[in-house]
């Protein structure tokens, strides 16, 4: 199993994804926000790139089975239903609706990531469960670490050693790319205390300030939403559901 | 002191740069090569970006005086007196010498950075003297590690957290960005053993299978060429031989 690691979403080369499994991966908080969702019932997300476009796909859709929410700058959309704390979005809120979601930078390495041939959405809350899909798939891997405003974030590459590390205990041989080897050993030597490594990175600082420490806690905890979310055609199900409507 | 790390060239952004003193970073090999031979009382470096390039600027220069170095595909180039390994570059063959260097990534490098205010190279070989020269200087840094092939390389990031780890041994409040982060987190998990984190990555392997261990050997010591090489209108010197020559 050859597994690719691209630190941000700019990196992305059609060519080299095309044959292979994108995970894509945006810790704070897309990836989190959406799994979570999905985990609660949600029907369906579909990621929009911009706020005008997630407003305009809402028109499709009746008062009261879809909700808006994403972020610009961390903070709720004006308008929005919700924001991209994963806290917000509970069974009550989001059972049976369509979730259309907005972010700076996790929706918008979604739809980069379509080049591959499935596309699916990880982050350490279902960790486990994507590690299991993939051994079960045996195909090449592209993780595609969504990056903070086009940057190097290292809690993306921190959940994606934690994927490697994943495939790496099953006994699957696996080769890595430098970014691959980097992330696999920073999981391993952080593994027993996430939020201590994390909390000088950029990301992890800035919702802290903002006070938004219960996000933080929920987005590093391990395997509390066992989903896979998998995207095509421009929306996201769980699995199991896309097993369902076969 | 803020430092700001570039995982390859192609993430330079010119304003980012332009205010601060760029360090680039290409372990394997062409910084290590260049502080070599200016180690070894080369009079200066001419980094090229083409083959064709670092031939007609050789044509400036007498028979003897100048010294042709580089390689593509990390091997000799027809017709170059030296290819890219730090042992070539001994006292014999290029003191007082002009060295026209061209190499796949480094050199490249290199010119890229030539938009900070500064621009010095670094390596292992060198990195306590690059320390010492920072300290002093008390700027803003940008790391720019040269990448293999435009993707991540394992080698040049340990090497920046090398730079950035004696930075902070020296009690110098530095604020770092992800990159920075993780680079120092790696390189001060594995400072006692950098071959056997680096004998899975890219370059390495490849390097290795060459059968150029020597280089390996040479190119990840610590402090054998103490010396600060400044990139200056097209020119990388000494350190010491700019101050002897104002």
């Not at 008062?63 to 991209?84: P, V």
């Not at 691959?180 to 027993?192: C, Q, V, W």
């Not at 996000?215 to 199900?237: M, N």
Request: proline letters at 2%.
């Amino acid at each position: 199993m050859n597994i690719i690691v691209y630190p941000t979403r700019n990196y992305i080369e059609e060519r080299q994804l095309k044959d292979k499994v994108a995970v894509v991966i945006d810790v704070l908080r897309a990836t989190s926000t959406i799994i979570t969702a999905l985990y609660n019932g949600c029907k369906e997300v579909i990621p929009a790139d911009e706020i005008e476009e997630a407003v305009r796909l809402a028109k499709n859709y009746e008062k009261n089975t879809f909700i808006l929410g994403g972020e610009r700058n961390a903070e709720k959309i004006e308008g929005f239903h919700l924001s991209n704390s994963p806290c917000e979005y509970s069974r009550d809120q989001v059972e049976n609706k369509t979730v259309l979601i907005t972010t700076t930078n996790g929706t918008r390495a979604i739809k980069r990531a379509a080049y591959a041939k499935e596309v699916l959405l990880a982050s350490f809350i279902n960790i486990t469960a994507i590690c299991d899909y993939l051994e079960a798939l045996g195909q090449d891997i592209a993780i595609v670490c969504a990056g903070t405003e086009g940057r190097f974030s290292a809690d993306d590459v921190l959940a994606a050693g934690a994927l490697i590390y994943g495939l790496h205990k099953k006994n699957i041989p696996i080769e890595l790319d430098d970014l691959g080897l980097t992330a696999k050993f920073m999981y391993e030597h952080s593994m027993d205390d996430l939020h201590g490594v994390l909390s000088q990175t950029t990301h992890y600082s800035l919702l802290k300030d903002m006070g938004l420490q219960r996000d933080l806690d929920d987005c590093l905890r391990l395997d509390t939403a066992p989903i896979v979310p998998i995207y095509s055609d421009g929306i996201v199900r769980a699995w199991y559901n896309i097993v369902d409507m076969r």
